[in-house]
């Protein structure tokens, strides 16, 4: 498949939204107690078939848990997860048609390349050396490291390790692929290129993938869907640009990139158009849903990226936002700075511009009093 018909794919497919759509792996009230710790509380999720799904979330929120017992490592306190339609909370992990790769790879040191990916297959009844061979080759294919099957993993890099480690758990042809933490081990750039590489070959096999990570960037780049998890509950599951753009608690907002937070109360409100008093900004402009109830107190949240800073007031429709303060730091990225702005309230607010022009002297500097200023439309009303 090319890239471009990948893409279309990705772009069509949300079989969320369709009420009539079956969930291909749905857990149901499922709960998990390690002594007096709830690993995983009451969670009651369905993931579509070949969906790209993340579980996110700080460490010890309960992901990884989560995942074992969808694998069978783990067995539920309370609840039962089915797949297909058939309840599998009973079925031994071996028996089910799921397979785990692991952060760590481990792949066997003394084998090679070609009998690591083989080592599930062997475990399988049934199936013949030539079989074998023939899966293991094209496994070695699939992950595009045909040549390199007589090699032993010390012999290889990091990512290649970790290409053999995806060989050997698709070589078995699971329905779904749960992945924890799988590209941890690899440093930022390869391990950019890899979530790609990972995104195709997932779309390319049909396969439903479940990830586990707490590397926030990530999840938002492979996923379809992402689900928040904080203290072994869900937070929130949703699609990137949802959680990023509609972040449903303080929590996912501030858990997903960056954001301002103020705290205020509703001073008027007209339909969808709100005014929330904010001790750290002033009066705050934000357009809400027109359902949405707001009485009394209410924060709004506010992406760095949305909020444009300049020495000078905007004027007209610009104004409705517009606070003054003195640049307090400057992080320079190359292709993005940051300013961090305090207000005369105290409260810091973090700007973030893209640099789209080259600059050797930059014009705002530290100590210079600037202009912030957003529309009511970049505010994100948070509910808790
Ligand atoms: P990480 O990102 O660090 O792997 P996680 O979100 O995957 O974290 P889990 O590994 O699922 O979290 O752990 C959830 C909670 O359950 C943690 O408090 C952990 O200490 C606890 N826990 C997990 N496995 C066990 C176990 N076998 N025995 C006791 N407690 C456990």
Known sequence: MSGESLGSVRRAFAPWTDPDAKPFVCFKGVTKRFGPVMAVDAVSLDIFEREFFSLLGPSGCGKTTLLRMLAGFETANTGYIFLDGVNISEVPPHRRPVNMMFQSYALFPHMTVEQNIAFGLRQESGVSKAAMADRTAEMLKLVQLEGYGKRRPNQLSGGQQQRVALARSLAKRPKVLLLDEPLGALDKKLREETQFELMDLQMDLGLTFIIVTHDQ???????????????????????????????????????????????????????AAAVVETGAAGPLHVLIDEGTELAGSATIGVRPEKISIGFDRPNGAGRLNTVKGEIWDIAYYGDLSTYHVKLSSGTIVKVTVTNTTRLVERPIGWDDEVWLAWPPEAGILIAE
């Open 217 to 271: 960037e990530e999840a938002m780049t492979v996923s379809d869907r992402i689900a928040v998890m904080n203290e072994g509950r869900l937070v929130q599951v949703a699609t990137p640009g949802e959680i990023y753009e509609q972040p449903k608690t303080r929590y996912v907002a501030d858990f997903l990139g960056s954001i301002n937070l103020f705290d205020g109360t509703l001073a008027s409100r007209n339909g």
